[in-house]
C-alpha cells in the first residue's frame, strides 16, 4: 500500500485530532496569557462563565493522590493513549472499524493528548499564574517541571445555584450548584467521543461482526 493511500486511510482520525487539539491549545494559550488564576469573564447571563482554575489531571477538576499520583497519573495516560492511537491507525488502515467507532475513538485520544500536553510541558513553558498573568517561555524557567504542569481549566456553566432541603439526607440545608466542575475542550472531546461509544456501540459492533462474517465467508467458484 503506498504512502499517500495510506495517508488517505487515516485522514479522518487524523484531522480530527489536529482539529481538537489546535482549538485546545489555542485556546488554553490564550487563557494563561490573558487572565490570572481564578479570574473570571462573565460570558452569558449568571449561568456561562469563562473561569480560569488549574488542576493536576484528571478531567473536571478532579485531582489525584498528590505529585506521585499526578506522576502515575501521566504516565499512565500516556501508555493508554499511546496503544489506542496505535490500535486507531492500525484498523483505519485496515478498514476494520465503523467511522463512527474512528470518530469517537478520535475525539477520546485528541482530549486525552490535549491534556498530556499540559502536564507535560506547561510548566516548563509558563511562569506561575497566582495573582498574575503567566509569562510565555519565562526566563528564570517555569513554574514546574517535566510532567508535572497543571492543567488549564476554563468553562464554567453554573446553571442551577439553589440549596437542598433541611429534610434532605447528609446534605440538607447546604447549598449546592450545577454544574459546578470547570472543565476545557480537551475535557468536553473526550466526555463527547465517550458518549457517542455508549449510546452507539451496539450498532457499531454489529456492523464490524457484518464485515468480519462478509469476509470470511468463501468466494464462490465460478
Known sequence: ????????????????????????????????????????????GDWFYITFVENYGMAFGMEFGGEYGKLFLSLFRIVVVGTMLYYLFKAAKNNSLHQGLVVSFSLIVAGAIGNIIDSAVYGLLFSDSFGQVATFMPADGGYATFLHGRVVDMFYFPIIESQFPAWFPVWGGEEFTFFSPVFNLADMSISTGVGIFIIYQKHFFKEEKKVEISQEQPKQVE
Request: proline letters at 2%.
Open 1 to 44: 500500500m503506498g504512502f499517500f493511500v495510506r495517508i488517505r486511510i487515516v485522514k479522518k482520525p487524523l484531522i480530527i485530532i489536529l482539529l481538537v487539539l489546535l482549538a485546545d491549545q489555542i485556546l488554553k494559550f490564550w487563557i494563561k496569557t490573558h487572565m490570572y488564576l481564578g479570574e473570571s469573564i462573565r460570558v452569558a
